[in-house]
């Protein structure tokens, strides 16, 4: 047993040596700082992510921005910085990163503010953010504009706190498997696609594309070997209670809670929802067998996904208890990079023109209408040569042998096993919902069509996600390229 025992402990000493022989040569310390606030406000809210006005009087759960920051040194010298703001909301438009920035900019001058990515849980039961979606009626809801100022201050506060928390500490990193998303497209006899719907018909030909069940996670331990942040990446949405009319955090709610009952209130949790645009939490078949089990386990739908993932973080953390590095190097690149837009072909000018004569009516539709007056917005821009290509910040970080990269989007998942398989990193961390969304699609899923892969659903093109993919594989590439 003892010279089997070898057998198995020289090759993972040997790639140890290996790995540490890749990095670049720099004395590098981490410091990190966490923070959690509250951003449900105290008044009713519109919600975001449904075609119809849900006004919401009760909060179920409390929607938070979790901030981590991150810089290394070399003695006195900052060799680089990150700040992350994970937040319980359904996208981030630009006029958020605008504001946070700009306090940032005056609240820690030390911090260079394009080094700031928050991203979105995508849940659907969070307050919208833009005006002009959604008719709000009611005198005591409180608008857009004034929630997003209120945003910002929090998402400050959160960044501030943190960053102004960074101490010495150890990171560490590991992988589990938990299945929370399903792909949520399928494809029938005929050839055209869709999100949702029944699939107990004669015409069900499959489901569209692939899923990713990994759950990987990074941990953060300060003082005393004290758990202080962790930040969760899981190939899925939060939209299990999308439908509801009440602010709920939806399943990060119960995984924060888990973990915090075992690790302390104090621990700060990210969840960053992985390349998911065709994931779901809803189950797509066998839904009937998944609910008989669950409730003889005694759980609600939210309580069993909580579950899932806090097992998968629980193998994952078992795994990094054994190696925490204090001496890690971080480094970050910010790059704009620039994406091919889906073009609005006639045919599908004339469709929208017409949705707008069919829904425009009755008030109630006025989300859905607004949805398809940008299209004719578009071909419009396009006829008059005025369409630029889509401009996006992209952020790619390595932090010891992990790489974690950000994008706007609602991106397919085809796309981020794309970025991983392609990566040289042991893990790569891909957060999607990093902007203001919109669905990127591959060429099979535009071609069959359905909401998420048509032309009112994407900004970008499909070849617009292979060039995100290729611009982010080269930016992480290039991270690993100093030996």
């Not at 959690?36 to 919401?56: E, F, K, N, Y």
């Not at 590991?174 to 107990?200: C, K, L, P, T």
């Not at 386990?297 to 590095?325: C, H, N, P, S, V």
């Not at 042998?401 to 794309?418: R, W």
Request: charged share 25%.
């Amino acid at each position: 047993m003892r010279q089997q025992s070898c057998k198995i402990i020289l090759p993972i000493a040997a790639m140890s040596l290996l790995f540490l022989l890749s990095l670049p040569v720099m004395a590098a310390t981490l410091h990190v700082g966490a923070q959690s606030t509250s951003i449900t406000p105290d008044a009713p809210v519109a919600l975001a992510g449904q075609m119809h006005t849900r006004i919401a009087r009760t909060v179920e759960s409390e929607v938070q921005a979790n901030a981590l920051a991150m810089e290394s040194r070399d003695g006195d010298t900052v060799l680089d910085q990150a700040l992350f703001v994970a937040c319980g909301l359904a996208y981030i438009p630009q006029n958020v990163y605008a504001g946070a920035r700009a306090a940032l900019n005056a609240r820690i001058p030390d911090f260079d503010a394009n080094k700031l990515i928050i991203s979105a849980t995508h849940t659907h039961t969070a307050p919208t953010t833009i005006e002009g979606l959604y008719i709000i009626d009611e005198e005591d809801v409180m608008r857009p504009a004034a929630y997003v100022e209120f945003l910002v201050e929090r998402i400050a506060d959160a960044a501030e706190a943190a960053w102004k928390g960074r101490k010495p500490a150890k990171a560490g990193w590991g992988m589990g498997h938990a299945v929370v998303g399903y792909n949520r497209r399928s494809f029938f006899e005929d050839g055209h696609g869709q999100m949702y719907g029944n699939i107990n018909i004669d015409s069900f030909r499959g489901i569209e594309g692939p899923e990713d069940h990994a759950v990987e996670v990074l941990f953060f331990w300060g003082e005393g070997d004290r758990l202080i942040a962790t930040a969760v990446n899981v190939v899925c949405p939060s939209q299990e209670v999308e439908s509801r009319s009440a602010v709920n955090a939806d399943f990060w709610h119960p995984v924060r809670e888990g973990l915090k009952a075992k690790y302390g209130k104090d621990l700060v949790v990210l969840g960053w929802p992985g390349a998911a645009g065709d994931q779901s939490p809803h189950i797509r078949y066998r839904k009937a067998a998944e609910d008989r089990m669950r409730e003889f386990r005694g759980l609600t739908r939210l309580d069993e996904i909580a579950r899932r993932i806090i097992d998968a973080w629980e193998e994952a953390y078992e795994g990094a208890q054994r190696e925490k590095f204090d001496d890690v190097p971080l480094q970050h690149i910010v790059k704009p990079i620039e994406l091919p837009r889906r073009a609005v072909t006639q045919e599908e000018y004339d469709e929208a023109k017409a949705e707008i004569v069919k829904w425009s009516p009755d008030p109630k539709n006025h989300r859905r209408v607004v949805w398809h007056q940008e299209v004719l917005k578009r071909f419009e821009r396009q006829k008059a040569g005025e369409v630029a290509p889509y401009s996006m910040e992209l952020h790619a970080l390595r932090l010891g042998d992990v790489a974690i990269t950000s994008n706007d989007f609602e991106l397919f998942t085809q796309f981020g096993i794309q970025m991983k398989a392609k990566s040289p990193a042991l893990h790569t961390f891909v957060i999607q919902l990093a902007g203001p969304g919109t669905y990127v699609p591959t060429p099979h899923a535009a071609a069959g069509g359905g909401y998420s892969a048509i032309v009112q659903s994407n900004e970008v093109s499909p070849e617009g996600g292979q060039a995100l993919v290729d611009e982010t594989v080269a930016a992480v590439k290039g991270l690993w390229a100093e030996k």
